[in-house]
Every structure is written in structure tokens, then in C-alpha cells.
């Protein structure tokens, strides 16, 4: 008899659909497309490397080349669509497409198998007598205001200390004066650069540390597991929470509980126009970091592996996913006591295209390690600390502390993020096909 593997029976379900979906995509093709299914293929390879390589002459070239990628990246997939619509084949590459979709969804739900346990351990958070939450009101255009955290904390039993508008404020200094009044929990609400300096003087005094994401986009808050589009549910830990130990990141003795950025992104940042105008200032500057033409020649060192001259860098809190595209969108665990560092370096459309395969793409360079250390031929860098613009001398060594700091969330909140498996067909047939005995 084979054994009861838990969600089996599901699992091989799945794996069904995803044959059945595979199969019937190709059927649709040949039954009503004939000897013009390869016509079809290539049609749209065509089109689809066309508009890569637009894309690319668009992020690395000025002026009139940029403008005729423009045109190029728009033209690309209008020709596909009028070339299948020509040949009256366009609902035949859409029913196919769909199908294609079904598959691929039910084939990585059939390898996911049962939710894996979390691997972090979780305990009763404490009961706090004089919680202090620090609140940046201007972070996420005014979310304090917004969703009443304020006037929440202060329903839960929670001191707010909000931070001056009209001046630049000592956050940590803030914070331990709060830590010397007694304050039994420290908490931000706010980003994630103001999140970091606060959880490095929670870690230091060993206090319980609450995170509310106030801000503009709360990595570190989505890793955690909570809901970004609800800040003040993050509240609810001071009355129902559990205490789970995390790390924490150290860049030439800065803290940062996302990543540290070297190169081109945080060549770009450091530009005076970059918060007036975001967008305009990347796209002036990104062909000249591209090509090679500007920035310092960067090489890292993580454990024994080293990166020769990436254009950009990211050292990470953990490890982020391989499956989305660069690998660079959410981590699945932020206690493994690791660093993650990325190293990316693309010289040509095909490259950038490569890096839709995540962690296969061949412009794209990983290493895990306890400690990084990043050079350059220049005595300092423009450094992205949690999206703050600095600038280090070098080297810049970072390190993590493995389970440095104590954060209280909610018992009940949207939980962590879970890796979707690469699609396996040979697995996939076997569940699919093999019948139990």
C-alpha cells in the first residue's frame, strides 16, 4: 500500500490538470494552427526579442536612440498581434496561452506539496507595562494621520513619541533616551531606514521591538508577515502578540534590516536631484552606470566567493528568493543568521532578458555568508543603507547578527513568504501519471 503523504491525493490532482492543460495548449496549436504552429513560434520569438533588446537600448542609450527604442518597444508586440490577427490566429494563440497558464500555476501548486511549518519559533510576547512607539509622520505620505496609529497606540496603552517635522531628528539618541525613561518596548512606526536604527538600540538593550509600517514601502514589515495595507493591525500586538527572534544587518557599523546597496542604484540615489525627481534622474543617469562609463569598479568578497567588478551589488538581511524575476522580491526567512549578496552585471540585451530566469540567469551572481566585504578603487562609495543615501569610506565591511533582535507582532497576521517551486516536469509526471498501488 503507498503510504498517506499529506495533500497526495491533491497533489496528484494537480499534477493531472497540469498535464491535461500542457497537452491541450499544444493541441489547440496543431488541430487549428496546422503547419503554421512553427510560423506562429517564431513570429513571436521575434517580436519578444525585439522588444527586449528595445528595452534595453532604452535603459543604456540618449538621445535619438532612446527615442527610436521607444518606438521599437511599442511597434515589436503591435506587429505580433497584427500578424496573428492577419493570419486569423489570434484566438487560437490566446486559447493556448491560457491554457499554457493553467498549467504552469497547477504544476507549481502540484511541486509545493503541503505549506511547509514555520521555521520560526514564536513564544508569548510579554505584558508590557510602558510600550513607546516612536511615529514618523511624514513616512507613506502621512499614514500616522491617516489610520489613526496615534490615537490606536494610545487606546492599546502605548506612549507615542512623534518625530519633528521641521528638523532632521537623532533617532537612536531618541530612542535610548525613551529605553533610559523606563520604556519596557520600543516601537516604530514608520520606514524602513527609521525602522533600522530603532531595532539596533532594541537589540543592543535586549527590548522587545514592534514594528508598524508606516512607511512608504515596509520590506521588512512584509518579511515579517504583516499587512502593510493595515498599519494599525500591527497595534495588535501590544494586546495579542508573540515574540520571534530575528537578525539584524550591519554595514560599516550602520544598521539595516533590508539591504545595503553598492553601484548603480546607489549611484543613482546619491544624485542631489534624485528626491525632486526620481524617475528623470534614473533615467539620465542609468546609461552611463550601464555601459560601464561611470561609477567606482566595485569587488566583494562574501566567504570565499568573489565578485569581479559587478555593476551592481546588494548585500541582504538573509538570502532573498530565487524564483522572481533577479531573485531580488522577498526573503523566505529573516532568522537563517546569513547574508545574502547579489551581484549583478548585464552588457547586453540578452543579459537582461537572462535575468527573468532568477537565480540561473547568467548576469546574475549569488553567495551566502556571515560576513561581506566590499572594495573599490575609490576611497569612498555612494552606499544605499535601507534606501538611504550615504556615502562609506572603503572597505565597507558588513556583518549579521544572527538573532540579535526581539520583535513582537500580531498572533494573527497574513503570515511569511513561501518560495514557488521551479517547474519540474519529470516530477510533475510522476505525480500525475503514476497510479497507487
Avoid at 559587478?310 to 523566505?332: C, F, H, K
Avoid at 537582461?352 to 540561473?360: F, H, I, N, Q, V
Wanted: hydrophobic share 45%.
Amino acid at each position: 500500500m503507498e503510504p498517506q503523504i499529506p495533500g497526495l491525493r491533491r497533489r496528484r490532482r494537480l499534477a493531472r490538470v497540469c498535464l491535461l492543460s500542457a497537452v491541450a495548449a499544444l493541441a489547440v496549436l496543431g488541430v487549428f494552427a496546422g503547419l503554421r504552429t512553427l510560423a506562429l513560434l517564431v513570429v513571436g520569438l521575434a517580436g519578444a526579442v525585439l522588444t527586449l533588446a528595445a528595452v534595453w537600448w532604452l535603459l543604456s542609450r540618449r538621445g535619438v536612440l532612446r527615442y527610436l527604442a521607444v518606438l521599437l518597444a511599442l511597434a515589436a508586440p503591435v506587429w505580433v498581434v497584427v500578424a496573428y490577427v492577419r493570419a486569423g490566429l489570434l484566438w487560437v494563440v490566446l486559447v493556448s496561452g491560457a491554457l499554457w497558464l493553467a498549467a504552469t500555476g497547477a504544476g507549481r501548486a502540484a511541486l509545493a506539496g503541503p505549506a511547509a511549518p514555520d521555521t520560526t519559533r514564536e513564544r508569548p510576547a510579554p505584558r508590557f507595562r510602558r510600550p513607546v512607539l516612536i511615529m514618523n509622520p511624514r513616512s507613506g505620505g502621512g499614514k500616522v494621520e491617516r489610520f489613526g496609529l496615534r490615537e490606536r497606540a494610545g487606546e492599546l496603552g502605548a506612549e507615542v513619541v512623534l518625530l519633528a517635522t521641521d528638523a532632521e531628528t537623532d533617532v537612536a539618541a531618541l530612542a535610548r533616551s525613551c529605553a533610559a525613561r523606563g520604556a519596557d518596548l520600543l516601537g516604530v512606526a514608520g520606514g524602513d531606514g527609521t525602522q533600522a536604527l530603532v531595532a539596533e538600540v532594541a537589540a543592543d538593550l535586549g527590548l522587545p521591538f514592534l514594528v508598524v509600517p508606516a512607511g512608504t514601502r515596509n520590506h521588512f514589515a512584509l518579511d515579517l508577515g504583516l499587512d502593510r495595507d493595515d498599519p494599525a493591525g500591527a497595534l495588535d500586538a501590544l494586546r495579542d502578540g508573540v515574540e520571534i527572534r530575528v537578525d539584524l544587518g550591519r554595514a560599516a557599523g550602520r544598521p539595516f534590516v533590508n539591504n545595503v546597496s553598492f553601484g548603480a542604484y546607489a549611484e543613482v540615489v546619491q544624485s542631489p536631484a534624485y528626491r525632486d525627481g526620481k524617475t528623470r534622474t534614473t533615467w539620465e543617469l542609468l546609461p552611463d552606470l550601464l555601459v560601464g562609463h561611470r561609477g567606482a569598479r566595485l569587488t566583494a568578497r562574501a566567504g570565499e566567493h568573489t565578485f569581479e567588478d559587478p555593476q551592481a551589488l546588494l548585500v541582504s538581511n538573509n538570502p532573498y528568493g530565487e524564483r522572481d524575476i533577479a531573485g531580488l522580491g522577498r526573503r523566505t526567512r529573516i532568522d537563517g543568521g546569513v547574508l545574502g549578496c547579489v551581484g549583478v552585471r548585464v552588457t547586453s540585451a540578452a543579459q537582461a532578458a537572462g535575468l527573468l530566469r532568477g537565480g540561473r540567469a547568467t548576469g546574475l551572481t549569488r553567495a551566502n555568508a556571515t560576513a561581506v566585504t566590499v572594495d573599490a578603487d575609490q576611497p569612498e562609495l555612494p552606499v544605499g543603507i535601507d534606501g538611504e543615501a550615504v556615502r562609506l569610506p572603503v572597505p565597507v565591511h558588513c556583518e549579521i547578527r544572527a538573532g540579535a533582535l526581539r520583535v513582537v507582532v500580531p498572533r494573527r497576521r497574513p503570515g511569511g513568504y513561501r518560495e514557488r517551486p521551479a517547474l519540474d516536469w519529470r516530477t510533475i509526471a510522476e505525480l500525475g501519471l503514476t497510479r497507487r498501488s
